[in-house]
């Protein structure tokens, strides 16, 4: 179904009447890596999708609707390069071998469309409103030399741990209302989330006795601000999600899971430093599980069209397992054209022997404590 619905939409958008009365432009990325990884006894050899960005088809459009205000939308489509499947789809955190796939209260089912982003709203002086399936403003927490890649530690830790403050689909909300602003260098966003459950159930479940859900016990809402200006770019984050196992005969109210995060990266000319710091606490709304995570990197060019991209971080737990993880990457990129560029890339992630399986290649569930490598070439393309 989703195919044909895409199809349709793809047949509607690309005659040249549609496009001048409708502003609408068809953009994407195309991104495929051949790659080897492997994670304690389980090896991978195969084509990635996404290694640099996730592999995606996309419409935005815009109508001018007069004294500077202009009604806008975006339907956006993710896929995997190597199998054409729709994507984000659920799947365990850090056991798929794309981190868009990450499991959250707002991933979809691999089957829908339009899962990366959904929204229509309003724009003009004041920034835009909007409304639909959206980025939280931690999807944009990006002070990371590896610029939020399948390989940069700061994805894979971050989505791994079960953060929203991550460049995956844990920072994709249903059912939201979004705000950015852009003043003068200065960047505001906000959003707040219904998430998935918009009903009211006021008596209990025959079948499994739990309590009247309430909408808002899975709500979310999250705040930023970044500062740019020439060579500095500096910001925070706060993310806020209540949890609600709905239809559960012992639901979690009880524990938001919250978190926080400040970044920053300078860009000296012949080299760019960056750095993030981030906290969170009740971990998918389970008490007592909470985690730090902090990365550093760098960027160094090399000649006119290259880069060489050095990433380390660490997650740790603060629960009863004590569980953690280290990551370091290594990412050589080079701009082939303005839209194509060539990439080689190195990650290993060691884990802490106690309940510890981060990772980008899968592992048995008992396989804790097991490092994860993973080595990838490949080419992206932006239309």
Known sequence: MQKKLIALAVAGLVSAPAFAQSN???YGVVDAGLAYGEHGDTDFRGVLSGVLSGSRI??????????GLKGVFVLEQGFDIG???ASPAVGGAGTSLTPEYATSADSTDGDSVFSRQAYVGLSGAFGTASLGRQYAPGYFFNYDAVLGAYVSPQSILSNAAGMTITPNSAARWDNSLAYTGSF???TVRAIWAARGNEVTRATPSTTTGADGAKPSYDDAWGLSAEYANGPIKAGAVYHQAKGDTFGS???RRDSKQKEWGIGGSYDF???TLAASYQDAESLRNARDEDADLWQVGVIVPVGAAGNVHVAYGEVDYDNQNKAGAKSYSLVYTHA???RTTGYVGFNRTENDSNASKFGLV???TSNTGDDSDVFTVGVRHTF
């Open 184 to 186: 003068s260098g200065l």
């Open 336 to 338: 082939v054209s303005k």
């Open 58 to 67: 996309g419409f935005r459009g815009t109508e001018d609707l007069g004294n």
């Open 362 to 364: 899968p592992t048995n």
């Open 249 to 251: 005969a012992t639901p």
């Open 83 to 85: 199998n054409g499947v």
């Open 24 to 26: 609408v432009t068809v």
């Open 269 to 271: 000319g012949v080299v």
